[in-house]
T-cell receptor, first 111, second 113 residues
């Protein structure tokens, strides 16, 4: 049973659009929420991460929004570009050093 | 270049034929882990290792074995592969168990006929 539920499964946007990926979790012991980006033929790579003491974190065009009371967090890609086309995984971790990953979202940005 | 190297990258085998997927990291990381990636299921942890000679089961360990005799290497062994082990496998490492950044290898696509 997946501990982190991710939606949607896939997403297509036009260049400049803002794809939004949502994740939800149940385990309140989770205290670390990273997002990984995976290009075809490559392994996932850490994109951005947040801890529950903040509600938002921005790195370049990527923003994580975090809602602790709802146990949800989301990734927004501002001014999306074709080079952002990839699969994105949310994850959650606690003090047991394990990361539980969501099912992944394939984002396609059309030029 | 700091990296996690997996071999083979692609393998087609038959049911029951033992195989090993090797994983090596050159970053002196304590923690190493194996994941499998399946459509709609994301990345699921198979086994992990906190340090040399310390290994433990992840979420889907059935049918797999691992060993950690040296810090840099963490091979994944399929003693008797079955078709349900057809998947994309990733090895990953981080400098210590509690570190934030998990570095992944490029993946090994395994097909069991």
């Amino acid at each position: 049973q997946q501990q982190v539920k991710q939606s949607p499964q896939s997403l297509i946007v036009q260049k400049g659009g803002i794809p939004i990926i949502n994740c939800a979790y149940e385990n309140t012991a989770f205290d670390y929420f990273p997002w990984y980006q995976q290009f075809p033929g490559k392994g996932p790579a850490l994109l951005i991460a947040i801890r529950p003491d903040v509600s938002e974190k921005k790195e370049g065009r990527f923003t994580i929004s975090f809602n602790k009371s709802a146990k949800q967090f989301s990734l927004h890609i501002m001014d999306s570009q074709p080079g952002d086309s990839a699969t994105y995984f949310c994850a959650a971790g606690g003090n047991d050093y394990k990361l539980s990953f969501g099912a992944g979202t394939t984002v396609t940005v059309r030029a | 270049e700091a990296q996690v190297t997996q071999n083979p990258r692609y393998l087609i085998t038959v049911t029951g034929k033992k195989l090993t997927v090797t994983c090596s990291q050159n970053m002196n990381h304590e923690y190493m882990s194996w994941y499998r990636q399946d459509p709609g299921l994301g990345l699921r942890q198979i086994y992990y290792s906190m340090n040399v000679e310390v290994t433990d089961k992840g979420d889907v360990p059935e049918g797999y074995k691992v060993s950690r005799k040296e810090k840099r290497n963490f091979p994944l062994i399929l003693e008797s592969p079955s078709p349900n082990q057809t998947s994309l496998y990733f090895c990953a490492s981080r400098i210590r168990p509690g570190a934030n950044v998990l570095t992944f290898g490029a993946g090994s696509r395994l097909t069991v006929l």
